[in-house]
């Protein structure tokens, strides 16, 4: 397993604790199963989607939740009567699942649908306008300087 050194980074950065310690638990094994798996996919500029593939449950089954910065989807699954199946091989899981991903300073959740055993949830990062990059202007010292004469009295 590869293990990355970011303290000199820390040295020239300001600011960027967070990212870095987000950087370093990369690396890190996942406590959490793999289950359900996912893809994340930018569909424009400041749009992003979570796909999970959670075949067999439907709406009702699914909860999404955000709060702070972390997004949590869960599935569980309605008890189902089996008393008349004869279910030789279960291949399609159906078991209760928590997904948690952490989401970016101003990313909002835009919404989600269900699909085709997919569920896509829509994200967008909203930037407010005083967070935005702005051009400051340069003002030109001026190389004369007035010089303020007074009469002198003489007494």
């Known amino acids: 397993?590869?293990?990355?050194?970011?303290?000199?980074?820390?040295?020239?950065?300001?600011?960027?604790?967070?990212?870095?310690?987000?950087?370093?638990?990369?690396?890190?094994?996942?406590?959490?199963?793999?289950?359900?798996?996912?893809?994340?996919e930018r569909t424009a500029e400041n749009d992003y989607r979570i796909t999970m593939a959670?075949?067999?449950?439907?709406?009702?089954d699914l909860s999404i939740e955000v709060r702070e910065?972390?997004?949590?989807?869960?599935?569980?699954?309605?008890?189902?009567?089996?008393?008349n199946k004869d279910i030789l091989y279960r291949g399609i899981a159906s078991r209760a699942f928590e997904r948690r991903f952490q989401l970016?300073?101003?990313?909002?959740?835009?919404?989600?649908?269900?699909?085709?055993?997919?569920?896509h949830v829509e994200l967008k990062r909203e930037i407010p306008e005083a967070k935005k990059p702005r051009q400051i202007e340069i003002q030109a010292s001026s190389a004369k300087q007035k010089q303020i004469e007074a009469e002198v009295e003489t007494a």
């Open 1 to 40: 397993m590869r293990h990355y050194d970011l303290s000199p980074l820390y040295r020239s950065t300001v600011g960027f604790d967070r990212l870095f310690s987000m950087l370093d638990q990369v690396g890190a094994p996942d406590a959490g199963s793999t289950y359900p798996p996912y893809n994340i």
């Open 54 to 60: 959670v075949a067999g449950f439907a709406n009702d």
């Open 69 to 83: 910065n972390t997004l949590t989807v869960k599935g569980e699954k309605l008890a189902e009567s089996e008393e």
């Open 104 to 119: 970016a300073d101003h990313v909002v959740v835009n919404g989600a649908s269900l699909e085709n055993g997919l569920l």
